[in-house]
């Protein structure tokens, strides 16, 4: 879907809320291949249920990219990604657990260049027990209306 917003259009307090995705082995498995990333908190099954959570977590780079990629529905061509800031990982994401995305626009600002402004989005990730487990800010680098 296309939806075409300027800067001006952009209101602090907005919200929208994704489905639920739940995190399945193959995630973990893939998202491992896919970095190096093998440690045993994520890979072993029998070492976990030595350790305080007792089993396998996934890994927090791929809570990010699942997050991100289920707020995507929507493509504006008036904005693009700047970055994100002050991600941190609350709590973590077990396999089974289904996570949403709740994204609220938090800040806007000027830009250095007076043709955009910048739209901040918080990004909080919650888990199937109301838990957040992931939050961030979204920067969003956008058009202003032609004057």
């Keep these: 879907m296309i939806e075409k917003k300027h800067f001006e259009d952009y209101q602090i307090g907005d919200f ?13 498995v893939l998202h491992a291949g896919q970095t190096g ?7 072993d099954k029998e070492w976990c249920a030595t350790q305080p959570f007792k089993e ?11 997050a991100v990629g289920m707020t995507a529905g929507a493509i504006n061509p008036l904005a693009m990604s700047y970055g994100y800031d002050r991600l941190r990982f609350i709590k973590p994401v077990f396999i089974g657990d289904t996570i949403t995305s709740k994204i609220t626009i938090s800040e806007k600002r000027d ?7 910048v739209v901040a989005e918080k990004l909080e990730v919650i888990n199937q027990r109301g838990e957040t487990v992931l939050v961030c800010e979204h920067l969003l680098i956008v058009e202003r209306k032609p004057e």
């Design 37 to 43: 990333d093998f440690y045993p908190h994520h890979m």
């Design 111 to 117: 830009h250095k260049k007076p043709a955009y402004g």
């Design 16 to 28: 929208r809320e994704t489905m639920g995705r739940t995190i399945t082995e193959a995630d973990v």
């Design 56 to 66: 396998r977590m996934a890994h927090g780079t791929l809570i990010f990219a699942v």
